[in-house]
């Protein structure tokens, strides 16, 4: 900042004054925050799409997975704010998480261990990491 200080008038100028004048900091203050706010909702504005005839067609060529993916979040969602409507305590969801554990594979069952396959071949596949490590 040095640099500017030294060497811009404007920068001098702009220091000076909104160290001395308390409105024109606020001033300063709140353009720099709703001169990039209302270019912003602009540009939204004009590049955001409403067109439903778009939306269709690209919803019918929609990958498998993607429309998949789609109503798998659509069903998590719809059980989370389940949860919430009935004030359950969710925080056995966050200590599943934790433990490497999840909470949606079977449907309205709330804590699932990993399988033992899978920790098992977990399991075997670190220790081949680590003897290729030791290895190198």
């Not at 998590?76 to 969710?90: D, M, P, S, V």
Request: hydrophobic share 35%; proline share 4%; with cysteine.
């Amino acid at each position: 900042m040095s640099i500017l200080w030294e060497k811009s008038p404007a920068w001098r100028w702009l220091v000076g004054r909104t160290r001395d004048s308390k409105p024109f900091f606020f001033t300063f203050a709140a353009l720099c925050g709703v001169v990039p706010g209302v270019v912003g909702y602009g540009v939204m504005q004009l590049t955001s799409s409403r067109n439903d005839k778009l939306e269709a067609h690209l919803r019918s060529n929609a990958r498998p997975e993607t429309t998949m993916m789609g109503q798998i979040n659509r069903e998590r969602l719809a059980e989370f704010l389940g949860e919430i409507q009935r004030k359950e305590n969710t925080n056995d969801r966050y200590v599943a998480a934790l433990k490497g554990e999840t909470l949606t594979r079977k449907r309205y069952e709330r804590i699932q261990p990993v399988p033992q396959q899978a920790a098992q071949e977990n399991a075997k596949d670190q220790k081949a990491t680590q003897e290729n490590a030791k290895a190198k």
